[in-house]
């Protein structure tokens, strides 16, 4: 079992930044692909960005590649959700997730999931 607690979301005004931290506990945090999904109010969940265990591999949403910076630290079992130059469409709830499997993960169907945390972003 792996448990995962977002933090970091609020309210802040387009073009603006926060970074996003998902705190992971349990079963060798380490050994696991941990991704972040959002779901914007009334839409599905979408893929944001996942980074891998141990080589630190990333992947991104072309979307918000550029914009967004997945990082982690194994020290701390943390990893964060660097996002700049925010819009109002990145408003949604965002998820991190958990995996062995990456390709798994990407496609949402992660064995582990956190609460979410609330973006909001003003025009």
């Known amino acids: 079992q792996v448990q995962l607690v977002e933090s970091g979301g609020g309210l802040v005004q387009a073009g603006g930044s926060l970074r996003l931290s998902c705190a992971a506990s349990?079963?060798?945090?380490?050994?696991?692909?941990i991704g972040w999904f959002r779901q914007p109010p009334g839409k599905e969940r979408e893929f944001v960005a996942t980074?891998?265990?141990?080589?630190?591999?990333?992947s991104y949403e072309a979307s918000i590649k550029g914009r967004f910076t997945i990082s982690r630290d194994n020290t701390k079992n943390t990893v964060y959700l660097q996002m700049n130059s925010l819009k109002a469409d990145d408003t949604a709830v965002y998820y991190c997730?958990?995996?062995?499997?990456?390709?798994?993960?990407?496609?949402?169907?992660?064995?582990?999931w956190g609460q979410g945390t609330q973006v909001t972003v003003s025009s």
């Open positions: 997730a958990a995996d062995t499997q990456g390709v798994r993960l990407r496609i949402g169907r992660g064995d582990y």
């Open positions: 349990g079963r060798t945090p380490s050994n696991y692909v």
């Open positions: 980074i891998s265990g141990n080589t630190n591999s990333t």
